[in-house]
């Protein structure tokens, strides 16, 4: 019989490729868990309840004093082990006594702080104070480095850890390999075939493109829905010219919206204060951000998103500071400043004119209207298309709130009578003519 060559390649490919996938596989299936143990922090030496201390300290402490870091007041750690307990107790139920009284070391202290006399806390008896102490006397811990580096994603002890990438790029390995043994199977059968003298039917089938250009009927319809279709997606795609709805640019300095609006509840014209006044919301300036940042520094410590973590914010507060120019370790400004370039987001034709103060004051539009839950949003990014249909829905959709409002009294009850209804759009109040938008 004649001898078949790569007869034998099929199965030898198939036990490689076994190997080669079970090389590949195992380090997936058979990680080690990772350890997460925690840095050890030692026990309060001061004695006290840190849990009640903690409490105090954030009520009544924390807005002018960190643990660790000087503020507007110096870091309290180590202080118990700095002065005498009974001193600490004067000092903390009334200082500016102590001051007046000559004691040198609150006398130093008052100096050294552009004598600013410390609030008195009379109502703190001793185990308050102890518990205080008991609280800021806490080692700070070391921060647990991710394995891989300080870059790395802390991994959340859900699934192995292995990336997407990585899974894709098996799989296509596998797809490719699969590929290659098809094509090895099937040349293998036909040398066998050969060898044996068995003859192979031939395929008397039309080849699929040339039973299609055989038939006009089917040449025509598909030439025509090719036709609709592109002049479908041509039209799409230039519609699309000068919207830019979802678009999210990376800024300077990264600014939270979900932390300011959403956590802490501060208010939109807070920020911008002009869209109450303005054709514009403005952007705020930095001395803004400097009323409330001015004695914070860093972000609350359990503070995180799964995007960022608490260092990447307290990194963003420090590219403020050097952009105002305030020296956060002796609490004053250096003069240094430096231009913070912001990406603009929302930005309207120069053909269009909107006014802000309009819609928010005179007509009570909630931002949300317009720019979406921003409460919700780490970055920022343009909700609406800002459309002029989409305007043009919203005037003819919203009604206007005439109670208590004597601008539209009059002008209201003539377009109620002309158009017998009680409650009038926007649209029916003259929100439709070009020339309000358009000058």
């Not at 053909?351 to 539009?365: E, K, P, R, T």
């Not at 949300?368 to 800002?386: D, F």
Request: aromatic share 10%; glycine share 6%.
């Amino acid at each position: 019989m004649k001898q078949v060559k790569h007869r034998n390649s099929a199965s030898k490919l198939l036990i490689l490729g076994t190997v080669f996938l079970f090389t590949l596989f195992s380090p997936v299936f058979a990680q080690e868990e990772a350890t997460t143990d925690a840095p050890v922090v030692a026990e309060p030496s001061s004695g006290g309840d840190v849990a009640k201390g903690e409490e105090l300290f954030k009520s009544l402490c924390a807005a002018c004093h960190k643990r660790y870091k000087k503020m507007t007041g110096p870091a309290l750690f180590g202080v118990a082990d700095k002065y005498e307990r009974e001193w600490i107790y004067s000092w903390v139920k009334n200082s500016a006594a102590m001051v007046a009284s000559g004691d040198a070391k609150a006398v130093a202290i008052f100096e050294e702080y552009n004598k600013t006399a410390m609030n008195a806390f009379p109502q703190l008896n001793n185990a308050d104070i102890d518990n205080i102490l008991a609280y800021v006397m806490v080692p700070k811990a070391d921060p647990v480095t991710p394995v891989g580096g300080p870059g790395a994603v802390a991994d959340s002890g859900e699934g192995s850890g292995v990336s997407t990438n990585v899974l894709l790029s098996i799989l296509t390995v596998v797809f490719l390999m699969l590929v290659v043994i098809l094509f090895l199977v099937n040349k293998t059968l036909r040398n066998f075939a050969e060898a044996n003298n068995v003859e192979l039917p031939d395929s008397d089938r039309t080849p699929i493109w040339k039973a299609f250009v055989q038939n006009q009927f089917l040449v025509l319809v598909s030439a025509v829905f090719l036709l609709l279709a592109s002049g479908y997606f041509v039209y799409g795609y230039f519609m699309q010219v000068g919207i830019d709805q979802g678009y999210a640019p990376i800024q300077p300095i990264h600014y939270s919206h979900k932390i300011h609006a959403g956590d802490n509840k501060i208010e939109c014209k807070y920020c911008h204060s002009s869209a109450r006044v303005s054709k514009t919301s403005g952007i705020p300036s930095l001395n803004v951000c400097m009323n409330c940042h001015k004695s914070i520094s860093e972000v609350a410590e359990n503070t995180a998103t799964a995007e960022h973590s608490k260092e990447f914010y307290d990194g963003e507060i420090a590219k403020l500071y050097k952009a105002v120019g305030w020296d956060a370790e002796n609490q004053k400004y250096t003069g240094e400043t430096e231009p913070v370039k912001w990406v603009r987001i929302h930005n309207l034709p120069d053909f269009a004119y909107f006014n802000h103060s309009q819609h928010v004051s005179v007509a009570g539009v909630e931002c949300q209207k317009c720019h979406g839950p921003v409460e919700e949003m780490e970055i920022m990014y343009q909700h609406a298309p800002l459309t002029m249909g989409w305007c043009i829905n919203c005037h003819r959709e919203t009604n206007v709130n005439v109670a208590d409002n004597k601008y539209y009294e009059k002008i209201h009850k003539e377009l109620s009578k002309k158009y017998g209804v009680n409650q009038l759009t926007a649209a029916q109040m003259g929100g439709l003519e070009c020339g309000k938008c358009h000058y």
